[in-house]
């Protein structure tokens, strides 16, 4: 089985500054781990996601997240905030073969001018 | 990329009326759909999981003669809310996929649903 947790219900930055939202997974097979982040009031939008290869993963809007299978943990980052980044974001973690994404509780980021 | 719709995008109906969510894959054939429920300011819990012509496999703690899951076609899946009630009030995300492999599933733009 797998899960995710995210520390922190809501992070807040300045604009400009670095944005860090933490993701540690738990699964019993080779992890396939996504970012996706939600406006309000609408569906989800896939930031990035890690399945094989690389372990530092890039994706829309200058978000990155790298994988630490040492750490089991799949961080977001992006180095300069801008106040469109906020939103709701959660990390999701999935086995192979045709299973369900499991989403974390998700981590409000508020941006402050 | 692929494009997943919902409609409606938001009801509002009387307790002990039924409503009906329809799911759309608009540009791929959806062999599974995924029917997740969201309350205010928490994250997506999965429902329900169907495949195309079978039944669907619920989540445990789902009541699969309250929330009807129908997955007729490759293109369609539709959550009926049967007497609904105002506990049953949620924002309600479809997802769709194609095959097996990882980056293929598609979330709908959601479904808020309010009973009075």
């Known amino acids: 089985a797998q899960s995710v947790t995210q520390l922190g219900s809501h992070v807040s930055v300045s604009e400009g500054a670095l944005v860090l939202l933490r993701c540690n997974y738990s699964?019993?097979?080779?992890?396939?781990l996504f970012w996706y982040v939600q406006y309000p009031n609408q569906g989800l939008q896939l930031l990035l996601k890690?399945?094989?290869?690389?372990?530092l993963v890039k994706g829309i809007n200058g978000f990155e997240a790298e994988f630490k299978k040492s750490e089991t943990s799949f961080h977001l980052t992006k180095p300069s905030a801008h106040m469109s980044d906020a939103a709701e974001y959660f990390c999701?973690?999935?086995?192979?073969?045709?299973?369900?994404?499991?989403f974390g509780k998700g981590t409000r980021l508020s941006v402050i001018a | 990329g692929a494009v997943v719709s919902q409609h409606p995008s938001w009801v509002i109906c009387k307790s002990g009326t039924s409503v009906k969510i329809e799911c759309r894959s608009l540009?791929?054939?959806?062999?599974?759909m995924f029917w997740y429920r969201q309350f205010p300011k928490q994250s997506l819990m999965l429902m329900a999981t169907s495949n195309e012509g079978s039944k669907a496999t619920y989540e445990q703690g789902v009541e699969k003669d309250k929330f009807l899951i129908n997955h007729a076609s490759l293109t369609l899946s539709t959550l009926t809310v049967t007497s609904a009630h105002p506990e049953d009030s949620s924002f309600y995300i479809c997802?769709?996929?194609?095959?097996?492999?990882?980056?293929?599933?598609?979330f709908g733009p959601g479904t808020r649903l309010t009973v009075l």
């Open positions: 699964s019993s097979v080779p992890p396939y």
């Open positions: 997802s769709a996929r194609w095959g097996t492999q990882v980056d293929t599933q598609y």
């Open positions: 890690y399945t094989t290869g690389a372990t």
């Open positions: 540009d791929f054939q959806a062999t599974t």
């Open positions: 999701a973690v999935r086995g192979s073969g045709n299973t369900p994404l499991v």
